[in-house]
């Protein structure tokens, strides 16, 4: 079976700070494909970022970049100098290959609120 | 517009009533998905297409659930007898075969009343 923890429930900053969102996932597929999407208030998830297990690469794009660390299965998500239109849910989500069809296993998401 | 598209966005009905849901996904996409997402949690996976064949059905989904796919293009989604457990933001994602990134509709939320 697959998890996703999100143990950050929300998350409050000041405009302009960088911020980091955790995701600790489980599972026992050897390929498998770590997501994050962003749900603003209208509710339409956003993709954001995908990362492959095979490729442990970090990277930067734009204000965002990502760890991903498989000997600590964890993959976080940083957003350098917040903005107000940051606020939103971040979900981390997950997919195998088990089965084929990479359903997603969704985190319960953190709430971050970017204040002036 | 080009992404994928849900009708109705909203939708109330009384307990007991049938619903039906429409996603149409992006055009070129062969994968088709439906979540559902309650207040506070993440989405969670119903049943996936791929073309016209449903490969996949969660246990989530009830036999009161059915799901079609005709012709590989647009899909519904249909609750029988509806509960007031239904109420639930309703989810459709598309993605192809090679990308696996999936991407998301605007939702349906259904309130049963």
């Known amino acids: 079976a697959q998890k996703v923890t999100q143990a950050q429930t929300e998350i409050s900053v000041v405009e302009k700070e960088d911020v980091t969102l955790d995701c600790v996932y489980e599972?026992?597929?050897?390929?498998?494909?770590l997501f994050w999407y962003k749900q603003p208030p209208s509710g339409e998830l956003v993709f954001l970022i995908r990362?492959?297990?095979?490729?442990?690469q970090n990277e930067i794009s734009g204000r965002y970049s990502w760890n991903f660390q498989k000997s600590t299965s964890s993959f976080n998500f940083t957003i350098t100098a917040s903005q107000v239109v940051d606020s939103a849910v971040y979900f981390c989500?997950?997919?195998?290959?088990?089965?084929?069809?990479?359903?997603?296993?969704f985190g319960t998401g953190t709430q971050l609120k970017v204040e002036l | 517009d080009t992404g994928v598209s849900q009708n109705p966005r909203h939708k109330i009905t009384k307990r007991g009533q049938n619903v039906t849901f429409r996603c149409d996904p992006i055009?070129?996409?062969?994968?088709l998905y439906w979540y559902r997402q309650t207040l506070g949690q993440g989405p969670e996976f119903l049943t996936y297409?791929?073309?016209?064949?449903?490969?996949?059905k969660s246990r989530l989904l009830s036999d009161r659930f059915s799901a079609e796919r005709p012709k590989g293009s647009f899909s519904t989604l249909e609750i029988q007898r509806t509960e007031q457990g239904d109420s639930a933001m309703y989810l459709c994602?598309?993605?192809?075969?090679?990308?696996?990134?999936?991407?998301f509709g605007p939702g349906t939320r259904l309130t049963v009343l």
């Open positions: 994602a598309s993605s192809s075969t090679w990308v696996n990134e999936q991407f």
């Open positions: 599972t026992r597929d050897t390929t498998y494909y």
């Open positions: 990362r492959n297990s095979f490729d442990e």
């Open positions: 989500a997950l997919s195998g290959i088990t089965g084929g069809g990479n359903k997603l296993t």
């Open positions: 055009s070129e996409h062969n994968r």
């Open positions: 297409f791929q073309n016209e064949a449903q490969l996949e």
